[in-house]
């Protein structure tokens, strides 16, 4: 079945540090790959995604590659600050599966 | 364009008590699931639905009931609240076009006493 592993958290880096989150899964056939971020008292937003092998997804600074070689999908940003402060999640979604699956979520704090 | 609406956002129940965690999204969506999340267990899938009148059960689905009679609502019953089910619940709706990003309603945060 679908499943997706996340690096254990919290991650707690200083204020211009480069963050990688690691991320891999594994599925069947071609899966898309999403990167969520959940922000205090707040629900799920997508960060980004990526549809097909060697797709970067990108937005606000986060950036990830879909590898089908390894099976990862890292993010990474280059110059964190404090208000990126939030639990990050990875998920995929294949063909044929109505719902998403999910890993365990990392949390990033930003420390001034 | 409200998106994914739940209510209520908290909601304290004493054990054996019951009630719905409702969910509703105005973007004509098809697929809808609901979630739980715990403290280092990620999202877990309860139930989800490819559309009215179809249900299915996710992995953790034991203790919850739920229904779709149209493609707006997705309402999510507790018949008789446990301990165990303290958690934040989430619901989802996405395109059915493949592979799409769900998207998420803000949460209701249960606790069971």
């Known amino acids: 079945g679908n499943s997706v592993t996340q690096m254990e958290g919290p991650v707690t880096l200083s204020e211009e540090a480069f963050l990688t989150i690691n991320c891999t899964y594994t599925a069947t056939g071609y899966p898309s790959l999403f990167w969520y971020v959940q922000y205090p008292g707040e629900g799920l937003q997508l960060l980004l995604k990526a549809t097909k092998a060697d797709d970067k997804g990108s937005n606000k600074g986060f950036e990830a590659t879909y590898r089908k070689e390894t099976t990862s999908f890292h993010l990474e940003k280059g110059s964190v600050q404090v208000s990126d402060s939030a639990v990050y999640f990875c998920a995929l979604s294949n063909t044929g599966r109505r719902a998403l699956t999910f890993g365990s979520g990392t949390r990033l704090q930003v420390q001034p | 364009n409200a998106g994914v609406t739940q209510t209520p956002k908290f909601q304290v129940l004493k054990t054996g008590q019951s009630m719905t965690l409702q969910c509703a999204q105005d973007?004509?969506?098809?697929?809808m699931s609901w979630y739980r999340q715990d403290p280092g267990m990620g999202l877990r899938l309860i139930h989800y639905?490819?559309?009215?009148?179809?249900?299915d059960q996710g992995e953790v689905p034991n203790g919850y009931n739920v229904s779709r009679s149209t493609t707006e609502d997705f309402p999510l019953r507790l018949l008789s609240a446990a301990p165990s089910q303290t958690s934040v619940y989430f619901c989802?709706?996405?395109?059915?076009?493949?592979?799409?990003?769900?998207?998420f309603g803000q949460g209701t945060r249960l606790t069971v006493v």
């Open positions: 973007m004509n969506h098809e697929y």
């Open positions: 989802a709706s996405r395109h059915q076009e493949r592979n799409t990003e769900a998207f």
């Open positions: 639905s490819v559309g009215a009148g179809i249900t």
